[in-house]
T-cell receptor, first 115, second 111 residues
């Protein structure tokens, strides 16, 4: 079955450490996205990529970094510069453009807790 | 960018039809209306998308009036498993990165 795989599902980090969250899709989607979700709130866009080797900052990119070396993969690194990283992180993908094709497919999420 | 307003929470009972209304007064000509469902500790899941009038699929219907300033998600004969948060999003299909996610509507279905 096609879909998006995020790992790990749960991650604990000590302050000052960088951590990388994995996101892999086999849907042949062009665009990929990283969102952050805090309790009781909607999703906020961290980074997005519409094509391999290109990515753009979203609304809350500070303290995060990404790469898009392969179409299938869009890892997110939470750096020590992110002051409040404890959150639920969601990766999504979509085709580009036309209605219906643009709907977002999400992974199951990664929950990061800073100790 | 079109922002949306929807109720924070709603309650209903099993077997009832549930209608969740979303207001989007500044919707643009190119914008489509999309609804997602999210269960706790899971990623959102696409429910339905529409541009105008009525759209129906196997799980829901979406009603959009002629002025497109609001929309209503209709869930027929809900069950306990429909308890979730429902998000209404408005945006250009070519610009998913511009979507604004509000807090959604927390729907609680009671037995």
């Amino acid at each position: 079955d096609g879909g998006i795989t995020q790992s790990p599902k749960y991650l604990f980090r000590k302050e000052g450490q960088n951590v990388t969250l994995s996101c892999e899709q086999n849907l042949n989607h062009d665009a990929m996205y990283w969102y952050r979700q805090d309790p009781g709130q909607g999703l906020r866009l961290i980074y997005y990529s519409q094509i391999v080797n290109d990515f753009q900052k979203g609304d809350i990119a500070e303290g995060y970094s990404v790469s898009r070396e392969k179409k299938e993969s869009f890892p997110l690194t939470v750096t020590s510069a992110q002051k409040n990283p404890t959150a639920f992180y969601l990766c999504a993908s979509s085709l580009q453009g036309s209605p219906g094709a643009n709907v977002l497919t999400f992974g199951a999420g990664s929950r990061l807790t800073v100790l | 960018l079109a922002k949306t307003t929807q109720p924070i929470s709603m309650d209903s009972y099993e077997g009832q039809e549930v209608n969740i209304t979303c207001s989007h007064n500044n919707i643009a000509t190119n914008d489509y209306i999309t609804w997602y469902q999210q269960f706790p500790s899971q990623g959102p899941r696409f429910i339905i998308q529409g541009y105008k009038t009525k759209v129906t699929n196997e799980v829901a219907s979406l009603f959009i009036p002629a002025d497109r300033k609001s929309s209503t998600l209709s869930l027929p004969r809900v069950s306990l498993s429909d308890t979730a948060v429902y998000y209404c999003l408005v945006g250009d299909p070519f610009s998913n990165y511009q979507l604004i996610w509000g807090a959604g509507t927390k729907l609680i279905i009671k037995p």
